[in-house]
């Protein structure tokens, strides 16, 4: 065991176990590239402002390249013993520059901010991914949409038959809840893409930094002023956890239907061989494994958020190391957010609908009651609570005949009792579900008029989300382009004076 | 037992037990003002539309308005086995004006979408209420700051002594954080200002209603279109348990802080007997107990987010009963989130700072010890790793000998066996904490300068924040004359034709 | 607002918005009575101890038992400005016998020691019932069995037709399941069930206190002996919420096959009409909100929990105010758990069950495979692993050819190809889902045999747990008589002296 | 990507991504050598039961010990392409062995019931582990109690100075409530340590399988017999879940204790250098990081509990594969409450407790008010509550004027005002910590008496825990002894009746 860079102030060194306590490299060993560039973006802004020489500033970015290099072709392995992503990354630089160098790279800077800054470049590239691949799940409901427009299809209220849907409409009710998933994770995002580098250990210091430039070379699109603020607060990664959450629990609604749709009884949809598993015991078995997992697996995200409030009810003000306990959950539910997304898109993407058995259970099961009674309201006059409750008795009658609304007498005779008279024709009419969607008039509705004209709506709203993803993206590559060139200059031998930023 | 208004398909009415479990009148009572609201402007734009006639909807709303007014009086009171709010309300237009009026209210609409606009209504004033809440606390931190500019106190990192900083820079810090609150609240606000009204059961209606118009009426800022989406999603509501928790988890770092700065032996602060209590047993006792309950009932806010994100777990698209349990955890969170602010407000405005405490432990434990390792680097040239671990080492062997840095024999025989001179004054002035603080220079650090700064912009952005709170709440005042006057203009016997809207 | 009982240390009162947030009313009114109990018995134990005089002992329990009775009239309304139970018992015994005889009461008494002797008081009554309340669920489950022993129907795994099964064997194993809440709620029991009085407010006392004769006259089974511990610990909170939590995601298990057995789809059970609702705008529906209700309840037991967990985390050593926040959540969690298991009961006591449907699908959608697969590997002596491939080629086949077991041709047409033969005798009789149940053989399965088997020992197992609770409610009865019979005792003018207790 | 061993029914094979999403390989890598024991145990049974022949036996065993020595040597890899440590386990045997003979280890017996055996084997031995590390946590404890009887230190509620106290009680406090843990420990175990197996998929089987044999063999006490709850329950790992979290609570509430104790301004123990960490930037810091984590990572184990929670929630009866998610969050749990346990008893035991701030501590800040109270009624027969009161000021005049209990002058002239005599030697003495500690009396209360008898009541009671854990671990020792047994003797090619188990 090595002695610790910190380790001045210290007699004796770490026990073994509170060493691997301690270590966070399992969860580091994700922000290797944005440590080094964290670093890099440091060192320039120290030397432009003189905190550190032309001479210090070229060794250090030589090592920190030689790093980046060896973790992309995977020879750069974390260890336990120098705790961090950090210690490892600045351990390199000691042994191979020497403190008279390697050792400067620290001046005016602290792991309380630099740990954030890694963290939150991290996590900008994360949600990017994920706005993205909610997006192409919402392309794929649009396309079942554009097909289904006319597909009807049997809508439910409390798991039982309500009322003659289509299948565009089901499926675009999908793309408008993930619209708001996006919102969510566009937020967080903004909370997220400042720059706490600066910092330092709580108070800022007395070395006269430059800010504005780190927050240039690293992209972030603000800086997170009040130094204390910044590395006291978790709230960016709760709230990203958050949006996470809601999103979960959302495919963990999509999930449920896919699992009972896709059973004998409902048979609405067959899932693709691809997607679902067998059983090593009933040869027979073609299970939703993957709708059950995604639905099981929201306890994972669920169970992060819960983790990441715990570990911040009354922590005071200041870093305290229970903030270490911020990434793993985070790490856990972007991961499985980001694979649930993916193999969802492929789930949905590849059922194939039964169309006739949705049209038969669209009309069966009395699903068209309102619409009788909406008829009563409107041709006969009734106030509408007496019409349902003339309906209402009517299904009663039928159930209890083991009849339905085709059977015209029964439907004549009952409805003769609370002296209304209704036509064959228009009977017929009225349950024919098909009809029945083309019906609906109202704004949202399931009338494939207003679907389609939805669909172009969420179109709209999908290039511009994807636009804000471009530019966000761009923003990012910009200031890694940016911060490239600064290195590529000044390890050319170019004096930091002469380069522009 | 009455008859459920929707009783006419049952034979048998609720089981006892049954009813009491359904009901749902102690979070319903909270919104009988919004139903009533949401009723109005339904049954105006059903008049508006032709669905209902002139002489209907004055019967309406004459008992409508005597409902709000019997209500307002405490007059109104709600029967749990009339279930909920909505069939309260209705029932009592049905007894009043019978079927033949007050049985068309319901026309067009279901509780679907009419239990979620009331909710809807409700929340958009608690997030408001809380947002000026917050705002409140943040200006008692302001306050605090612009008189506390220059007063040092120690700054924690572990809860150990860290560096020194102003008594300002503490309480910016607090309401930097809270800014982030704000903004929370106000993405919670634009999800749920949007009108669900006219979604029906979950298809829409093939009535020609006008979703506009109660849009108009209700104050909302958009409609909430695709109807299935409207009424099977509740993340409006986890978005906004998710804000009011991230709010507690910082009101919790808060109250840790309160209680732990006012033990004996800290010290740093008194609080006002009018936020303490005393103990039955212990004649002496003044204890924290509005911070410790704050930082218990962060659990209360924690549990009810788990809580609603467990019932929304794998729950179908479509209404589902088992969202009637979405309101409780949000009504309790409001609940919790606002007592606490407001409390909290006044247990900080009326703490008594310790300043000399407070400048006795800025100066104390070596907090200084970053500015004479940076003293280091700057004047003697040490690269920072290395000035690390001589003041390290320094402050071990101090900590041996029972000694500060301001036994300056000590501390000089020391640091020359690392080849370090350092003259009396440079060492005395590096120590001095009032000197530490004015030293600091990077932006967003805890120098006057930068907090006074920081202060402005702190200003400026909760004024902003008013203005944006202000147009909000005017929205919905403006929608609320409008539909009164609409009422008015009927109930005076105007026909609906003729009176704008 | 009054001077505190607490107020002597204090110089000014508490302001309204904290008195309002201190005081815990709602919930201690529920513990009115065990207030009571307690306090006679420390009354008691007291003046045995000679700390108290008779004089003053008889003007206590008078006051107290005023007390006593004006609650159970309905008379006693506890005063939020008094803070909580105990002040408010504590203040009538001021108010009305003086400090003289009712200021004694609370010598060698803390609210520490006080308010968890109360609350376990009220939690060992409230397990009793739940466990009363799970043993009826149990038996009307075992009701279910011993009618239909032989009832076949299909069991699922996945929510897929995995083999046939009896309804017996399904409704038994909530039966086994609910066994297992029952030995945690006992288990939680045992941990409640101990008697913190005396430890005061965290130290003991100096008072010659009798800890003995309070578990004695309480009722308690032992005694919690070391003070801090006792008055600082809620983890005998948190493990009853536990037990409930598990209860709840038990209940949440059977509540969702109640609605998908429900549906038009599935169609096994029709639920009573008293135990579910209709819809406000479809006058067709009939929805099974209680099993809804009951699914999305869990969430407030789940959110119960975490509540109490989160509030416990960190809390040092010593009784903190944060503790106060104990007592909702598990209250709210026993009322939900209560009216759940109340209500369940009722809705599955009154399903009717399909059987004809459950005997269709017990012997649909290749449920039998398995079956055929170890025909083979009995049989054919095929090894299991093979034959279960071949079993799987054929349903495949058959699936793509729109066939059945029942198409013998078919079948023996594809297993010829994998070389087996098959008689159409020995093809039906295995695939007769009456005969496949009949054939299982294995202690535990699903076969008549092994099911009235296990329901004998179940009927053995719950005669045990209702015997262990009727001793648990003598002890408690016992003790209660004997608190009272003493108190008469002193009422009617005896010496303590000449009491036995 | 290799044809799935359930894979007869499938026409086209997993898409790679939801192979990736299926697989379990993570968590199960840790059961490799209870799956092979659970198999050996079953393979064993199902020749001895005639099923299998002693040829089949051999060779499945021979290929079984062969794993076994591969994982042992760390040379035995799980893929993910099989899916799960079942199919890789059986895919070695079907391979090496061929179907003919690897083919028929799966007999009567599904993945449902063999996970189920795997993981309660591997976590009845975690659970033992955990038990052990608790009661050597307690053992430290106990060896602080017994050097420090005589101790004072001060006793806080609110984290205010309460009352004087010894360490010794202070740490046995813990003790005490470590001892409940050890209970719920002990019960989950009983829970765990029941046979699923036999089980199958749900229905048990139509083989002559012996579930008593295997129950044998594997050391289970006892055979979960009522197969679908067997397969379909996870509340044992929800108990063990519970058990952890509320002993992480416990923990968490000892770490905050460490945190704050170890500040500059509390300044009550010292940490060990072995268990604490410096500052990359400040170099005088030494920071209670292992406290902070155990703090911390207390949310690891809540938000495992809760994602457990979650993905229980209305799952139907019968196998789902949300199910596979039962294991990530108990592993994760197990693995955090094992490492904290074992660093924070090194930290423990490590401490240097302030003795001398300790008393002044003790006696510092009115902590003997209560005396003061009592003596008051014992001595100059004031009732309670007006003593109380009379103390009570006597201490806000105290803090008015800058005084303690040590001012005679002052004490004596504020309680002459009520009428109260008291003399210096009097005052003297109650307010002597030392003195304060040895007058209490009661039964578990802080006295040196008290303390030393509770020590002796929890060595008995470890003792007897630890022969409970002895008497647990020799059983499973016996029958993996057992089993290894049979093996050998089936190896060395004896016939299985005439092997005695």
Known sequence: MAKKLWGGRFRKELEKSAEEYLQSIEVDKEMVLEDVWGSEAHAVMLCKQGIIADRDLKEILYWLEKVKRDFQKGKFKLSKEAEDVHMNVEGVLIREAGKEYGGKLHTARSRNDQVITDARLYIR??????????????????????????????????????????????????VSLLMRDLSRLENAYGIVDTNPLGSCALAGTSF??????????????GLHKHSLDA???????????????????????LAEEMVYWSTFEFNLITLDDRYTAGSSIMPQKKNPCVAELTRGRTGAVYGSLMQLLTTLKAIPMGYNRD???????????????????????GMIGTIKFHEERMEELAGANFTTATEIANYLVIEKKVPFRKSHEIVGNLVATLVE???????????????????????????????D????????KSEGSTSPKEVAAMIGEFEESIRRHEKGIKQRR???????RLTESVVKSVLSGKKIKSIDM
Chains 1, 2, 3, 4 share one sequence.
């Not at 991961?335 to 969802?344: A, F, G």
């Not at 579900?433 to 609906?440: D, G, P, R």
């Open 208 to 221: 006269p930094i430059d800010r504005r430039l780190t927050t240039k070379l690293l992209g972030f699109s």
């Open 474 to 480: 761009e923003r990012i590559e910009g200031a890694k």
């Open 401 to 431: 005949e083991g009849k339905s609304f085709k059977d015209f007498d029964t439907v004549d005779r009952v409805l003769k009792m609370s002296g209304i008279g209704i036509s064959f024709n228009d009977l017929r009419d009225i349950i």
């Open 231 to 253: 590395i006291s607060s978790r709230d960016f990664i709760a709230e990203t956890l958050c949006a996470l959450a809601i999103n979960m629990s959302n495919l963990s609604k």
């Open 323 to 345: 903030l270490q306990e911020d990434k793993p959950p985070l790490w856990n539910a972007i991961k499985t957010v980001k694979s649930t997304l993916y193999v969802v898109n």
């Open 125 to 174: 590239r994360q949600i990017l991914d994920i706005e993205e691949l909610v997006i192409q799940l919402q392309k794929t409901f649009l396309d079942i949409g554009r097909k289904h427009l006319e597909t009807p299809m049997p809508g439910y209220t409390h798991t039982q038959d309500a009322q003659p849907i289509t299948l565009a409409y089901w499926a675009t009710a999908y």
């Open 433 to 440: 579900s098909k009809k029945a969607v083309q019906a609906y």
